[in-house]
């Protein structure tokens, strides 16, 4: 399983980015995905979740600021980062996961920095 993060950078607070997540050697459409971050000093979270079925849900953190999206002809998971705060500021990773929530592979992670 390979998963490749794209998107991230610099952006100040209340700009946009657009994160991508290109998945190989999985049959993707079969699969949740989800994005997680690590911010420094933190232990890593779940941000947002889009099952096979496209049931969706979003950390309170980043309800009605984020968007998660997948294309399954294109075997890509999205972010769309709205409203973006410096609290934002992490390394956000893509996963593959079971349904029972738990990853079972991890992209590389794409830094995304907020400033004030």
């Known amino acids: 399983v390979q998963l490749q993060a794209s998107g991230g950078g610099l952006v100040q607070a209340g700009g946009s980015l657009r994160l991508s997540c290109a998945a190989s050697?999985?049959?993707?459409?079969?699969?949740?995905m989800a994005w997680y971050r690590q911010a420094p000093g933190k232990q890593r979270e779940a941000v947002a979740r889009i099952t096979s079925g496209s049931i969706i849900g979003y950390a309170d953190s980043v309800k009605g600021r984020f968007t998660i999206s997948r294309d399954n002809a294109k075997n890509t998971v999205y972010l769309q980062m709205n409203s973006l705060k410096p609290e934002d500021t992490a390394v956000y990773y893509c996963?593959?996961?079971?349904?029972?929530?738990?990853?079972?592979?991890w992209g590389q992670g794409t830094q995304v920095t907020v400033s004030s």
């Open positions: 050697g999985i049959i993707f459409s079969r699969n949740d």
């Open positions: 996963a593959a996961e079971f349904s029972s929530g738990t990853p079972r592979a």
